[in-house]
């Protein structure tokens, strides 16, 4: 486990959160009609997953186990282990604020949202991080509906991004999702599968993503081997020891 895949699993979580113009309506797991489409979102209070992560990108090939907690619509809490039972970095985002800590370099982050969207050049928000994560659809106003085969391909232009969601007619879950910033042409595009039961709803315990920013293209793979959701409040301990540098 290196620097590079640490720093790597970061730029990627804060790269997919693209702009989001509008609050999304409340996740469920009932199926829901917004307009013309029809979904299933899932709906928790507390999700915690144990996942396999793969990052691609020019340098090479980066893998790790990963520990994913969320509280919804407050935190994402990632803590990346790339094996016995060793911690090499953990991530904590919060709606406005991001925090990052590396154990094998003794270095830390901490910043808020304006920071990251000038460094990476694209606007960052906590909603839509999380509905990729979760393989969540959100309804924004104005969108143009319509078949093709088996799905229900959902359009959205959010100013200069352009939303493309794909949802699968039978199985009422999302599919895939690309996203195009027509400025900078940077684009993303998300890939669910493997869909099993979580309670009420099918949930993607696999995801696969690729991005093209800045002329560079990288591809991040993620396996959940176990997922829950729970009303038990589950905790996000982020401490940063004294001899940590702040970069």
Known sequence: MNKQLVYCLL?????????????PTTATTATETVGKVTVQNLDFNYLSARSQVKIE?????????????MKKDS????????????EAAR????????????????????????FLSKKFQVDITFDILQAILTGNY?????????????????????QNQLFDYFIGKESQKLQQLHITD?????????????????????????????????GQTSSF???????????????????VPADYKRI
């Open 11 to 23: 730029g990627f979580l804060l790269l997919t959160a693209c702009k989001k113009e509008v609050i």
């Open 221 to 239: 793979t993620l396996s959940h081997n176990r997922i829950t959701i729970a009303d038990e409040v589950l905790e996000f301990p982020f401490a």
């Open 57 to 69: 990108d020019k340098n090479g090939s980066q893998s790790s186990g990963m520990s994913l907690r």
């Open 138 to 158: 959100q309804p924004n106003g104005t969108e143009k509906v319509q078949d093709e085969a088996q799905l229900q391909h959902v359009q959205q232009l959010r």
């Open 182 to 214: 027509q400025r900078t042409s940077n684009q993303i595009t998300v890939k669910y599968d493997s869909f099993q039961p979580i309670g009420a709803v099918s949930f993607a315990h696999a995801m696969a993503a690729q991005v093209l920013h800045a």
């Open 75 to 86: 935190i994402i809490w990632v803590s990346v282990l790339p094996g016995l039972g060793i």
């Open 91 to 114: 991530l904590k985002v919060t709606r406005d604020s991001v925090f990052m800590m590396n154990r094998i370099h003794k270095e830390y982050l901490a910043t808020d949202f304006k």
